[in-house]
Nanobody, 117 residues
Framework: QLQLVESGGGLVQPGGSLRLSCAAS????????IGWFRQAPGKEREGVSC????????EYVESVEGRFIISRDNAKNTMYLQMNNLIPEDTAVYYCNAADPRLRTNWGQGTQVTVSS
């Protein structure tokens, strides 16, 4: 069964950092372009960052460029999102899934990130 499980969220003060993890099972993560998405209260889900398969080209939405870093550990079949200099606008539930909508599996529960003083 294809499954993605997000973890690593929490409550952090503005300016703080968190590292999110996305553990894959049932398939090899490196075979796909995969990304992080987030959904804030009252807003639609948006793409945050993605990383291509094999050669690891990365892309970021403008609002997180320079603050977030996406990476993957193929040995652990896990993807990460290092989030630095967090701001309240980053508050959302974060999800991981395939970058190509045609290849996406069911959305997981996500991991809550709350940035607040």
């Amino acid at each position: 069964q294809l499954q993605l499980v997000e973890s690593g969220g929490g409550l952090v003060q503005p300016g703080g950092s968190l590292r999110l993890s996305c553990a894959a099972s049932g398939f090899t993560l490196d075979n796909y372009a995969i990304g992080w998405f987030r959904q804030a209260p009252g807003k639609e889900r948006e793409g945050v960052s993605c990383i291509t398969s094999s050669i690891d080209i990365t892309e970021y939405v403008e609002s997180v460029e320079g603050r977030f870093i996406i990476s993957r550990d193929n040995a652990k079949n896990t993807m990460y999102l290092q989030m630095n200099n967090l701001i309240p606008e980053d508050t959302a539930v974060y999800y991981c899934n395939a970058a190509d909508p045609r290849l996406r599996t069911n959305w997981g529960q996500g991991t809550q990130v709350t940035v607040s003083s």
